[in-house]
Nanobody, 113 residues
């Protein structure tokens, strides 16, 4: 059974940092492209970053975000630095397996002073 469990969100001041985690089970992350999405209030879900044989970052976070994975722990991470108000969102881990998209429950990041 495929499962993705995000954690690490919280309330942080502008300029702060957070590391989000996505613990995967039911498949091996090193064999797949792993994605992080976010959904800001009132907006559609958007791709933030992915990791496979290489990495990709959206323009909105490039230079402030690092995606990585620990294959031994079957976990993907999203390090977000220099947090801005506009980073406030629910962050979701995602993987596509055999044409199906799997999502975690999300972890909330709130940037506020």
């Amino acid at each position: 059974q495929v499962q993705l469990v995000e954690s690490g969100g919280g309330l942080v001041q502008p300029g702060g940092s957070l590391r989000l985690s996505c613990a995967a089970s039911g498949f091996i992350i090193s064999n797949e492209v792993m994605n992080w999405y976010r959904q800001r209030p009132g907006q559609e879900r958007e791709l933030v970053a992915w990791i496979g044989g290489r990495t990709f970052y959206s323009d909105s976070v490039k230079g402030r975000v690092t995606i990585s994975r620990d294959n031994d722990k079957n976990t993907v991470y999203l390090q977000i630095d220099s947090l801005k108000f506009e980073d406030t969102a629910e962050y979701y881990c995602n993987v596509r397996l055999v044409g199906l998209h799997y999502w975690g429950q999300g972890t909330q990041v709130t940037v506020s002073s």
